[in-house]
C-alpha cells in the first residue's frame, strides 16, 4: 500500500507541474496575442459595408467604431456585432431611420436596435420566438418574452421607448399575416437556426414575396 501512495503522489506532483507549466504558456499566449484597437486612420478610403459577408475590412474603417459609439457598445471582432453595424449603416446611408417609419425585427434576442431605432424616431415592432421555441435560447440571453430586455436607458427614455417599441411573438418558420406594411425590416444571426438550410431559405423567399 506504501508503494501505491507514494506513487499516487508522485503522479499528482508531476499533474501540478504540468498545470503550472500550461498556465504560464495560456499566460504568455494571451499577453502575446495582440488585437488592434480605435481610432484607426481616419483617412480610411476603404469601401464599407459593400457586402453583405463579414469582412475584416470593415473593422477597420473609421465608420464602424463611430456606429458602435452611437450603439453605446465597445468595439470588437464579433459578426454579430458587425451584422448590426451593418443594418445600421444601410438603414442611415437610405434615409430610412426617420419620424414615424415602421420597422419589424424577427427573433430580436436582447438587441440595442430597437432602443436606437425609437431614440432617431422609427416605430418599431420586436419580436421573437414563442416561448416554447425561445426556451432554449434563454442561457445565453439571447431570447425576449417581453420589452423589459429591449429597454436601454443609455439610448432613449422610457417614456418615448414605451410609446414607439412593441413586442410580439412569432415564429419566423411560420410567420403571421399581421405582419405587414412595414417600412424597414431585420434580423440578426437568426435565419441560420431556423432547424435546416432550407428553412431559412424558406424564411428569406417569404421575406421577398411579402409585403413586410
Not at 459593400?50 to 464602424?64: A, E, G, R
Not at 421573437?128 to 420589452?147: M, R, T, V
Not at 429597454?151 to 399575416?177: A, G, P, Q, W
Request: net charge negative; aromatic share 14%; hydrophobic share 35%.
Amino acid at each position: 500500500m506504501d508503494n501505491v501512495s507514494e506513487n499516487i503522489q508522485f503522479l499528482l506532483e508531476k499533474i501540478n507541474i504540468l498545470e503550472s507549466k500550461l498556465n504560464k504558456i495560456e499566460s504568455t499566449f494571451l499577453s502575446s496575442n495582440y488585437l488592434p484597437q480605435p481610432p484607426f486612420n481616419e483617412n480610411n478610403n476603404t469601401s464599407f459595408m459593400k457586402y453583405s459577408t463579414c469582412s475584416s475590412t470593415d473593422f477597420f474603417n473609421p465608420k464602424f467604431n463611430k456606429i458602435c459609439n452611437k450603439l453605446k457598445t465597445p468595439f470588437g471582432f464579433h459578426r454579430k456585432l458587425w451584422e448590426w453595424v451593418f443594418i445600421i449603416h444601410h438603414l442611415e446611408k437610405n434615409n430610412i431611420l426617420r419620424q414615424e417609419k415602421k420597422g419589424l425585427v424577427f427573433g430580436v434576442g436582447t438587441e440595442r436596435l430597437p432602443s436606437l431605432f425609437a431614440s432617431m424616431g422609427a416605430l418599431i415592432v420586436a419580436t421573437d420566438a414563442p416561448p416554447e421555441i425561445g426556451d432554449a435560447w434563454k442561457g445565453g440571453n439571447q431570447f425576449s418574452e417581453n420589452l423589459s430586455g429591449l429597454y436601454f436607458e443609455d439610448l432613449i427614455d422610457y417614456h418615448n421607448f414605451e410609446r414607439r417599441v412593441s413586442y410580439k411573438t412569432c415564429d419566423m418558420n411560420n410567420i403571421d399575416r399581421e405582419f405587414v406594411d412595414f417600412d424597414f425590416n431585420w434580423s440578426s444571426c437568426c435565419f441560420e437556426h431556423l432547424g435546416s438550410l432550407e428553412n431559412g431559405m424558406n424564411f428569406v423567399r417569404v421575406h421577398f414575396e411579402s409585403d413586410y
